[in-house]
């Protein structure tokens, strides 16, 4: 007898891996990866696009009914990538102008409402590796396995310019220092779900772990957690 597919959230602080882990596991595991942060960034690249005041309810709730987000398997990445309206916009919501937003858009409470509500019907089967702020203690706080992701702040801030550093060359150092220190800020004081540790997750403080160690010790928490 198949053991019964669970659900495993991993929650965290900025660049430190959750969503490279978190596709690890459920490739290993033959499970659905769910980019949670792929979809607040979505729907911030269409409030740009559109030019919406967030301050401005109405004009928020307008366009969260305009938005359909989707996942669509992508060969070449071996991944899923974000769908805004039948758009892979994979690759443009990893820009700045769209980090440097993300977290006003997403603690708005309307726009949480939404995505949460999007994550827990892609959810509601099992079987899924989520990864965001909030998902072990909002979108699934019943969760069979929760990770709290962590690491040092100047380990994180040269793991975020590395990666905007290799499509935006000329990115400065401190302004990814900056955007990250003001990202840490956001979401851990923001109203709506701010980032907390659920009091039954397991701490992943990956510093001075190489992606192949944190695997290992995440993939074990996994096997037992699924029995």
């Not at 053991?3 to 969503?19: A, N, Y």
């Not at 459920?26 to 740009?48: I, N, P």
């Not at 398997?73 to 990538?81: E, K, L, T, V, Y």
């Not at 980032?195 to 701490?203: H, T």
Request: glycine share 6%; with cysteine.
């Amino acid at each position: 007898m198949a053991p019964k597919p669970i659900i495993i959230t991993l929650d965290g602080w900025s660049s430190c891996g959750k969503s490279t882990l978190a596709k690890a596991l459920a490739k290993e595991l033959g499970y659905v990866f769910v980019d949670s942060g792929a979809m607040y960034r979505a729907v911030t690249l269409y409030m740009l696009r559109s030019g919406v005041d967030i301050t401005d309810e109405q004009q928020v709730q307008q366009a969260l009914s305009q938005i359909e987000l989707g996942f669509a398997f992508n060969p070449a990445r071996g991944a899923s990538d974000i769908m805004l309206n039948g758009e892979n916009v994979e690759s443009l919501i990893r820009e700045l102008k769209v980090a440097e937003q993300v977290s006003k858009v997403a603690a708005l409470a309307t726009v949480r409402k939404f995505a949460v509500q999007q994550q827990q019907r892609l959810g509601a089967a099992k079987g899924i590796v989520m990864d965001g702020r909030d998902i072990g203690t909002v979108v699934f706080p019943q969760a069979e396995l929760k990770i709290f992701m962590t690491a040092d702040p100047e380990t994180r801030v040269l793991r975020r310019y590395r990666e905007l550093a290799a499509t935006d060359p000329g990115i400065s150092m401190e302004a990814v220092r900056e955007n990250l220190a003001l990202r840490d800020h956001m979401d851990a004081h923001r109203e709506e779900s701010p980032l907390r540790q659920a009091p039954d997750a397991k701490v992943l403080d990956n510093t001075h772990l190489t992606p192949e160690q944190q695997f290992t010790l995440a993939l074990g928490w996994a096997k037992e957690a699924i029995g």
